[in-house]
T-cell receptor, first 111, second 112 residues
Framework: QKEVEQNSGPLSVPEGAIASLNCTYS??????FFWYRQYSGKSPELIMS????GDKEDGRFTAQLNKASQYVSLLIRDSQPSDSATYLC???????????FGPGTRLSVLP | IAGITQAPTSQILAAGRRMTLRCTQD?????MYWYRQDLGLGLRLIHY???????GKGEVPDGYSVSRANTDDFPLTLASAVPSQTSVYFC???????????FGDGTRLSIL
C-alpha cells in the first residue's frame, strides 16, 4: 500500500455542485494533513491544513479528517470553473522522508 | 514581495554537464526542500534541510546534491546530468519541519 493514495481522476462536476476529493494514508502516527491546489503549469499552493478529527471550514472549502479510518477529504462547495486544478494531499512524517505527497486528483468543473 | 525565487525558469542541458538550480527565500524559514515532479509520478522529495547547516536525503536523492550554508539559499546540483533527470523542479520552504510548505515557481529542466 502506498503511503498516501488519491484517486487520479479526472473528477468532473458541474458548476455549482459539491466536489469531493479523497485521500487515504497508511501511517497511523500522522498528526497533520495538508491540501494543495496546483493549476496546470504552476506550482502547488496551500489551501487547507487540518490537525484534529472532524471538519474544518474555510470559505467554500471544508476539510474532513477521520484518523481512525486514516482518511482525509476536501469538499468544495459551489464549485466554479476556476476550481479546475489538481488537488494534492500531503502528510508530513516524523521519520525518514520528510513529507509525502499523494499523486493528486484532477478536478474539472464544467460550466 | 516575500517568497521563494528559483532560477533559471527553464534550461536545456546536454547530458554529462553540471548544473546548479538556485533557490532563495526571504521568509526566514528554517526548513527547505527540493522536489521533482514528473507526469504520473507526482511530487517526489529529492533532498531537504531542516535548518541551516544540515541536509537530508529524500525519496530520490541519487544524482543530486545540496548545500545549506545559510538560511536563505538552498541550491540543488546535478553533477553529471542524465536524460532521466528531465523534469520540473520545485523548491519549497516552511517555517519549521513538517509545517505547511510554500513553493517557488519551478524550474523546467530538459536533459538531451
Amino acid at each position: 500500500q502506498k503511503e498516501v493514495e488519491q484517486n487520479s481522476g479526472p473528477l468532473s462536476v458541474p458548476e455549482g455542485a459539491i466536489a469531493s476529493l479523497n485521500c487515504t494514508y497508511s501511517d497511523r502516527g500522522s498528526q497533520s494533513f495538508f491540501w494543495y491546489r496546483q493549476y496546470s503549469g504552476k506550482s502547488p499552493e496551500l489551501i487547507m491544513s487540518i490537525y484534529s478529527n472532524g471538519d474544518k471550514e474555510d470559505g467554500r472549502f471544508t476539510a474532513q479528517l477521520n484518523k481512525a479510518s486514516q482518511y482525509v477529504s476536501l469538499l468544495i462547495r459551489d464549485s466554479q470553473p476556476s476550481d479546475s486544478a489538481t488537488y494534492l494531499c500531503a502528510v508530513p512524517r516524523d521519520y525518514g522522508q520528510n513529507f509525502v505527497f499523494g499523486p493528486g486528483t484532477r478536478l474539472s468543473v464544467l460550466p | 514581495i516575500a517568497g521563494i525565487t528559483q532560477a533559471p525558469t527553464s534550461q536545456i542541458l546536454a547530458a554529462g554537464r553540471r548544473m546548479t538550480l538556485r533557490c532563495t527565500q526571504d521568509m526566514r524559514h528554517n526548513a527547505m526542500y527540493w522536489y521533482r515532479q514528473d507526469l504520473g509520478l507526482g511530487l517526489r522529495l529529492i533532498h531537504y534541510s531542516n535548518t541551516a547547516g544540515t541536509t537530508g536525503k529524500g525519496e530520490v536523492p541519487d544524482g543530486y546534491s545540496v548545500s545549506r550554508a545559510n538560511t536563505d539559499d538552498f541550491p540543488l546540483t546535478l553533477a553529471s546530468a542524465v536524460p532521466s533527470q528531465t523534469s520540473v523542479y520545485f523548491c519549497a520552504s516552511s517555517p519549521e519541519r513538517n509545517q505547511p510548505q510554500h513553493f517557488g515557481d519551478g524550474t523546467r529542466l530538459s536533459i538531451l
